[in-house]
């Protein structure tokens, strides 16, 4: 049926036994192969059982499987198209899913799969596989429902892969045993190397970072990441009182889609802290700027928003920033441009000496900013290659930090610069200080 010359590492991915198996690193070392092998030997050996094979994408999975599959099944298994299913005739599925938007991995939900296969499972969000691992379940007595990911060094999913099968570093209920790692290598793939030996070289031609990456599947490199400078030991702090004359801005990045909100204290030695953050979605203006004035308990000096709210609608006559505006919100436009705001927040988040030896960042985010923080170190390079600005999707993921990038731009023109390197005492834990957050009257 298939023309099988199993390359030695492959053959140990086909034998790895746990609940997580990763066969991941370097390019062009046979992984996408051996997930569709596997996944095909899989519903082959097994009747009734139900495989997912994913790619984050429909086109991709297309180009990198379905193509591959529907020869090598031909005549073996159905494959329904408006189904995206090869049915065998041992009763056994394999359904070729995708999930290209955060929130497509919910058309999964309730459903259960014996086998879920992540192909490039750096591409896929911590968010999108946690949940993805909630439908890897089965009753049956004679298969243990297992997930197999294959994938290079890089991406969003950079550092999950990461965690969990480079550094096994566990937490919660994660245990150790379930975790099997795979190391891939172009050299180990005979058969490109024989048919293709320039594609070594390639590899080997590619800039130091994304050469380690991708030839040599370093995982210390991580190829791709916009704030390659993100530490969330050091980024990330515990809320800590503020003081009443401590100055708070806003600021704001609005879709239909979803509200970014983000306010922001500066202290009087020019540390700067996210305080707060609201994000939701699919909410009106109105009710945004409802959600956002009762959340702010303290004076604000401006709202930032990007210019382009400033846009009339051709249905209403009106901007959306008017629209805030009508509802008691009122802001001051900043710069759309991209890259000015990104270096400015580069800056803020650069570690400086902290007066004790160590080293922080100016600008410090409260660990209660959840999306902020989930969404800061996934955010990529710009596709374009451009290495000053950052990539634009997984859209889901800009919200937050554009956020934090008007700020910088309203920053930027209201003179809150990051004060040159000086003595960073550590705040108190909010926890221990006895004084809560005062608010006051005044414009909020
Ligand atoms: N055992 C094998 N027998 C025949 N061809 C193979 C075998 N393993 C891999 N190949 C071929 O080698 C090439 C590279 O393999 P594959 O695409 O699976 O690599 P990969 O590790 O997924 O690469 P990338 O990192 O770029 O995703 C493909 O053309 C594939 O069909
Ligand atoms: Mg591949």
């Given at each position: ?16 036994r746990g609940r997580h198996i ?13 997930a569709?092998?596997k996944a095909v030997m899989l519903c082959s050996r097994f009747p009734y059982l139900k495989v997912m094979l994913m ?30 299913c090869f049915y065998f005739?041992n009763g056994s599925i394999l359904k070729l899913g ?10 999964y939900?309730g459903q259960e799969w014996d086998v879920i296969i992540l ?13 993805l691992t909630t439908c890897n379940r089965s009753v049956r007595t004679d298969f243990s429902p297992r997930m197999y990911y ?28 379930d ?266």
């Amino acid at each position: 049926m298939i023309n099988v010359r199993i390359q030695p590492k492959q053959m140990e991915f086909f034998k790895a036994r746990g609940r997580h198996i990763c066969y991941g690193g370097a390019r062009g070392g046979g992984k996408s192969w051996a997930a569709r092998v596997k996944a095909v030997m899989l519903c082959s050996r097994f009747p009734y059982l139900k495989v997912m094979l994913m790619r984050r994408t429909l086109p991709e999975l297309r180009e990198n499987h379905t193509r591959f599959l529907l020869p090598m099944l031909q005549g073996v298994a159905k494959y329904k198209e408006t189904e995206n299913c090869f049915y065998f005739p041992n009763g056994s599925i394999l359904k070729l899913g995708y999930c290209a938007a955060e929130k497509d991995v919910y058309q999964y939900q309730g459903q259960e799969w014996d086998v879920i296969i992540l192909e490039e499972a750096t591409h896929f969000t911590e968010e999108q596989m946690t949940f993805l691992t909630t439908c890897n379940r089965s009753v049956r007595t004679d298969f243990s429902p297992r997930m197999y990911y294959t994938c290079n060094p890089g991406n969003v999913g950079h550092q999950w892969v990461k965690r969990l099968f480079i550094d096994r570093d566990y937490r919660g209920d994660e245990k150790p045993e379930d975790y099997v790692f795979i190391s891939a290598s172009v050299y180990d793939n005979d058969v490109l190397m024989k048919n293709d030996p320039g594609y070594i070289r390639t590899l080997m031609n590619l800039p130091e970072d994304q050469r380690r990456a991708m030839l040599d599947g370093d995982w210390d490199v991580f190829e791709g990441q916009y704030f390659s400078e993100w530490r969330r030991d050091l980024h990330v702090m515990e809320p800590i009182a503020l003081q009443p004359w401590w100055p708070v801005y806003r600021a704001i990045d609005y879709g239909l889609d979803r509200l970014a909100c983000l306010w922001c204290a500066v202290d009087e030695v020019g540390r700067a802290y996210v305080i707060r953050e609201l994000c939701v979605s699919d909410t009106i203006v109105s009710e945004s700027a409802r959600q956002i004035l009762e959340l702010s308990s303290e004076p604000v000096v401006a709202t930032f928003m990007p210019a382009d709210l400033l846009g009339k609608s051709s249905q209403t006559g009106k901007s959306i920033y008017q629209a805030f505006g009508d509802a008691g919100l009122h802001g001051t436009p900043v710069s759309n441009g991209r890259v000015a705001g990104w270096s400015n927040l580069k800056e803020w988040l650069h570690p400086v000496d902290d007066g004790t030896g160590g080293k922080l960042p100016r600008l410090r985010i409260f660990s209660t900013c959840k999306e902020l923080i989930r969404c800061m170190p996934q955010l990529q390079y710009a596709k374009t290659g451009d290495l000053s600005d950052a990539a634009k999707d997984p859209h889901d993921i800009t919200h937050a930090p554009d956020a934090l990038r008007y700020m910088m731009d309203g920053w930027l023109k209201a003179g809150v610069q990051p004060k040159p390197e000086r003595h960073h005492r550590q705040p108190v834990p909010i926890q221990r200080q006895a004084a809560s957050i005062i608010a006051f009257g005044g414009r909020r």
